[in-house]
């Protein structure tokens, strides 16, 4: 009976379920990429690490520790990674670059790729350096020009186009260029203040106990006294699989949206659709049919239908897997091995077939209800009214269960699943309240002299099961996501961005060295450049604190301090005054004090006395280069970290500090990108060591990566669009009926196909236009929450997010909406008297 | 009688195609309607009274033959040509009332007018008038759904009236409507029609409704199987 009634509706029916195609398409794919990354780190798990073991320190290996390498045998490879400007002699071309000086065989595991291929085995050998391909294409170099590490001019052997265990997007924020690790001394870049990486790769030939090696190496760590890092293959693996099952967790969760949306116009759908069918199945009830089996009917549809959907989406969610490397290629650092993913196919057929049932149960209950009367007398209002209050509201309750339990299956959190439930039903239940305040206003404020035509498309929006509030609630909550991506993407580039306004810094230089800081700031003072801070910075690290050693500290389980702050190198200032960015938030400041007055009064920032959980008075010991200082907590700071110039952790008086290592920065502001080039070399070429940090070049590789982040993000909530506007389409093909009534009756009454063409569009341009406005307010509320409680930003709206999205959304709604409606007025007028007949 | 028809139909055939076969719903008709008279199509289910009704009101082309209304000949005019037609001359009741069920009483009154481009505050005075003549003025706002049969019926008169047209097509006025209310409904339909010299058309299974017509014209398997002047008083009442 069930296939019986349903084979006169398949076209009908099959549109109700292509809203869950979407969502399960969305939902496969994700998933299914999620196991393709996890299979691909399982196999290539080597590469990502390019060894079997790392070991990394911050200065270069004392004898110890090379002793020890030397006993570990296997086969080794050096490298010395630090940032440095490097400079190109054909066209004076200069930028920051990520210089790692390699000696050995390093990566033992993947290829490292260069253009040509050779280039990778023969640059040690020939002295010649490996640039970044991206780098070379930006300033025009070609392999055999030249390349200026420092005090070093090597040739350059070749392109680098993939670096094992390397993203691409690496480059974006550091080009990479690889030198031989013979010519790191000639560069003369490494000096006092440098920061730079050495790290150690080994090659095992058997299978290492690797947990022994980390044992001595913590030892070894504590007799030295420095920080030293290992990493091996499992631990990258695991780093990466955690960062795969982030990234899968937060997609798919945008992708369930798509899904709930889906469930929403299934649910909105099949209301109609029984809502109609109440008479066949009361007209069954008085042939004998139990209330159960009139029921049964309907449910085996909806389950049969949901299954179908969900092998469909299952299926396109497989395919759509193919395109996904395109988006996330950026931030791999390996080519994806795509694999068919039993786990997504299972998960994809249960979730579809699981969600329409969910959602078709309200009206499929109140067909459990309905009596057999209505057979004889028409059912006025919705099918739903015969439910009790308390039935619906456990069924709604069920429902929420229901996504709970999902959100909290698909994030394997109990706490993030009940977070995004909350989030939705709040998202849900305010996108409805606004569409439903909205459609009131409209109506009521609704001039009554505008053109009838205008009106009656308006009022359109009233008719009996036109689901304009469903319709609203999906599309507006496309608009939401979307709106909110955009216009939080613009609030935090608006704020950077505010950084370098007016007379904000915008070039950085660092790692000057003493000598060097009277000449570079006179260098600046040629060129008509401002210096608007020259400020020292000394390295220290924590010994103690409140009289307990930081070991001490970080040994006891019950510490309430940041084991990150108690183990970071400080890179403190010396000063006499606060200056613009800081304001004192406790304690006194105190600007001057004479070296071997007792403890050293010191200011630090409240973040990191937050961290570090510190109070005025609170004595430290620092350890400045070996030399150990007594301070205590003089004061607290407020220190704006935003703004683009040095700020500090911790500020010392002046009079302390003076005599101890120091290296400089200096902050100043270009005019424009011609001089900041230009300055930039001239610094390069007499100063070599020195780095220079373009605040505008920073801001475009930050505008890049997000606009990367966000098109993978925007990718998903396009699934979110796609459902929203079939279930348009959908709702449209519902209300088909109806519509063909009314335009046909209006023809009868001499309307012209024109103006039916016109009372259609207006009510597509309302609702497009209304649920637009739903999302937007929604979406503006949630990002200034968003910027008022997470980014301390005031959020002002962009205007031309608003005005182009409220257009699309418009457009495409019209688009959709008449495109479906294309056979409602072309019937002939004669219909209005079938309709009557029939 | 005055020889000055309003609807003239002249050898008027239609068929229909079911699959593979064409299926003849009318037959060669031929009749004509002189202005002010009131005529009743009757007939068996499936005698073809809906599809003439409709043919006669320019909603549907015939396959062969010709229908003119008010001097203009239907079957050579386009649908919004037609539309037009309807909107200025032509007048309709249905069945099963056919209101707009989002605009309200008064405003479903006045959508023939406003179709027509006229201002509601142009309109609105005389829709006032009309559903106060139908014993609804105290339901001008007033959905569809939020009436009773009988009144939606006096809505849909009401309509019927607004543009003042020469003929009115009638399609089983009371078929949807208890004994009672269909007798006031005829009555309100009769009186209107006099009052405003309207002609009128209408299809009824209901013979005694038939019989208030000056004239009925009987249908079986699609041709004219009777036409008679039932009263030749009430049929020549409008043109004396």
């Not at chain 1, 046909?744 to 024109?754: E, H």
Request: net charge neutral; proline share 4%.
């Amino acid at each position: 009976m069930a296939w019986r009634d349903a084979r006169s509706n398949k076209k009908r029916l099959f549109i109700y379920v292509s809203a869950i195609i979407i969502g399960v398409a969305a939902q496969v794919a994700i998933t299914s990429f999620r196991d393709s990354l996890n299979h691909t780190v399982d196999n290539q798990s080597k590469t990502l690490l390019g060894a079997d073991l790392e070991i990394e320190t911050e200065q270069s290996f004392p004898e110890p520790l090379t002793a020890y390498f030397d006993s570990l045998g296997g086969e080794q490879s050096t490298v010395i990674q630090f940032p440095s400007m490097v400079l190109f002699p054909q066209n004076g071309g200069t930028r920051l670059s990520n210089i790692r000086a390699i000696k050995g065989d390093f990566p033992f595991y993947g290829i490292l790729e260069t253009i040509p291929q050779k280039a990778a085995h023969s640059f040690q050998a020939d002295k010649a350096a490996l640039v970044d391909q991206m780098l070379m294409i930006q300033f025009g170099i070609e392999v055999g020009d030249s390349i200026k590490v420092g005090q070093v001019t090597l040739p350059i052997a070749g392109a680098i186009t993939k670096i094992p265990g390397e993203s691409p997007a690496a480059a974006l924020i550091g080009p990479r260029v690889i030198i031989p690790h013979s010519v790191v001394d000639e560069t003369k870049l490494i000096q006092f203040g440098s920061r730079v990486e050495y790290k150690r790769y080994f090659k095992f030939d058997s299978q290492r106990n690797l947990l022994a090696v980390e044992t001595r190496l913590d030892s070894l760590q504590n007799d030295l006294g420095i920080d030293i890092d290992y990493e091996t293959v499992a631990e990258r693996k695991e780093e990466l699989g955690e960062v795969i099952g982030n990234l899968a967790k937060f997609l798919n969760l945008v992708g369930f949206i798509a899904l709930l949306l889906g469930g929403i116009g299934v649910a909105s759908s099949i209301h109609v659709y029984i809502n109609r069918k109440i008479e066949t199945a009361s007209v069954l009830r008085c042939f004998g049919a139990s209330s159960n089996q009139a029921m049964n009917i309907f449910l085996i549809q909806a389950v049969v239908l949901g299954f179908a959907g969900a092998l469909v989406g299952t299926l396109l969610g497989i395919g759509i897997q193919y395109f996904l490397p395109g988006l996330f290629s950026g931030f791999l650092p390996f080519d994806v091995e795509l694999v068919i993913s039993p786990f997504a196919i299972g998960m994809g057929l249960f979730t579809g077939t699981g969600v329409a049932l969910v959602f078709a149960l309200l009206p499929l209950l109140a067909l459990k209800q309905a009596s057999p009367l209505y057979a004889l007398r028409k059912l006025e209002g919705s099918i739903t009214s015969l439910l009790s209050d308390k039935t619906k509201a456990v069924l709604y309750a069920a429902v929420a269960l229901a996504v709970f339990g999902y959100a909290a299956l698909l994030t394997e959190s109990w706490l993030i699943g009940g977070v995004f439930t909350l989030g939705m039903i709040i998202a849900f239940g305010l996108l409805l309240l606004v569409a439903k305040l909205l459609i009131k206003l409209v109506r009521k404020y609704f001039p009554s002299h505008w053109p009838y035509v205008w009106r009656q498309g308006l009022s359109n929006l009233y008719r009996p099961h036109n689901q304009t509030a469903t319709l609203m609630l999906s599309l507006g909550l496309g608009m939401l996501l979307i709106s909110t991506l955009y216009f939080s993407r613009d609030m935090l580039m608006e704020e950077l961005e505010f950084a370098t306004r007016d007379d904000a810094p915008n070039l950085v230089f660092i790692d000057i060295q003493p000598d060097q800081n009277q000449g570079l700031n006179e260098l600046l003072n040629e060129n008509n450049l401002p210096v608007l801070q020259n400020v020292p910075i000394v390295t220290m690290r924590l010994d103690s604190l409140r009289g307990k050693s930081t070991d001490a500290i970080d040994d006891d389980s019950t510490n309430n301090v940041s084991d990150w702050a108690l183990r970071r190198e400080y890179r403190s200032t010396y000063r006499d005054s606060l200056i613009d960015s800081e304001t004192l938030v406790a304690g006194e400041w105190i600007g001057r004090v004479d070296s071997g007055d007792g403890p050293v009064p010191v200011s630090a920032a409240k973040e990191i006395a937050d961290d570090l959980n510190l109070e005025i008075g609170d004595s430290l010991t620092f350890n400045v280069q070996g030399v150990p200082i007594q301070a205590y907590v003089a004061s607290i700071r407020e220190v704006d970290f935003q703004r683009v110039q040095p700020n500090f952790f911790m500020v010392f008086p002046a009079g302390v500090l003076e005599p101890a290592p120091q290296v400089f920065v200096t902050v100043t502001r270009t005019p424009n990108h011609k001089i900041s080039v230009s300055i930039q070399q001239a610094v390069v070429k007499q100063y070599p060591n020195v780095t220079a940090i373009d605040v505008s070049r920073i801001l475009a590789t930050l505008n890049e990566f997000i606009s990367r982040i966000s098109s993978a993000i925007q990718f998903m909530t396009l699934f979110s669009i796609i459902t929203g506007l079939i279930v348009l389409a959908s709702s449209i093909t519902t209300s088909r009926f109806q519509r063909i009534k009314e335009s046909v009756l209006l023809r009868t009454l001499g309307a012209s196909k024109k103006q039916i063409i016109k009372i259609l569009s207006v009510e597509y341009l309302f609702l497009g236009v209304l649920s637009a406005l739903a999302g937007l307010i929604l979406s503006v509320a949630a990002t200034w929450l968003l910027g008022y409680f997470y980014f301390d930003i005031t959020f002002v709206p962009n205007l031309w997010v608003i005005v182009i999205g409220t257009l699309l959304i418009t457009a495409l709604t019209i688009l959709i909406g008449m495109f479906n409606s294309r056979s409602v007025y072309k019937k002939t007028p004669l219909e209005v008297l079938r309709l009557e007949a029939n | 009688m005055a020889s000055n028809p309003i609807l003239k139909v002249t050898n008027l055939t239609k068929k229909f195609r079911s699959g593979n076969h064409d299926i003849t719903v009318l037959k060669h008709l031929n009749f004509s309607v002189e202005e002010g008279t009131t005529c009743a199509i009757v007939g068996p289910s499936g005698s073809g009274k809906t599809t003439l009704l409709g043919l006669c009101a320019g909603l549907d082309r015939p396959t062969a033959g010709e229908v003119k209304l008010n001097g203009v000949k239907m079957g050579r005019l386009s649908e919004d040509e037609r539309a037009k037609i309807r909107n200025e001359y032509v007048g309709f009741i249905f069945q099963n009332f056919q209101l707009v069920p989002t605009l309200t009483a008064l405003e479903n009154v006045m959508v023939p007018l406003e179709l027509r481009g006229m201002k509601t505050t142009e309109v609105k005075r005389d829709a006032e008038k009309l559903l106060f003549d139908v014993g609804l003025d105290d339901r001008l706002h007033h959905y569809p759904s939020q009436l009773s049969g009988g009144e939606q019926q006096r809505v849909a008169i009401a309509r019927a009236f607004i543009n003042k047209p020469k003929i009115l097509f009638a399609d089983e006025p009371t078929g949807n409507l208890d004994t009672e209310t269909g007798l006031t409904i005829e009555k309100l339909l009769f009186d209107l029609n006099e009052d405003k010299g309207t002609t009128l058309i209408l299809v009824s299974h209901d013979l005694s409704l038939a019989e208030k017509c000056g004239r009925i014209i009987r249908l079986k398997n699609g041709a004219i199987f009777e036409d008679k002047v039932v009263d030749e008083a009430k049929l020549e009442q409008f043109n004396s």
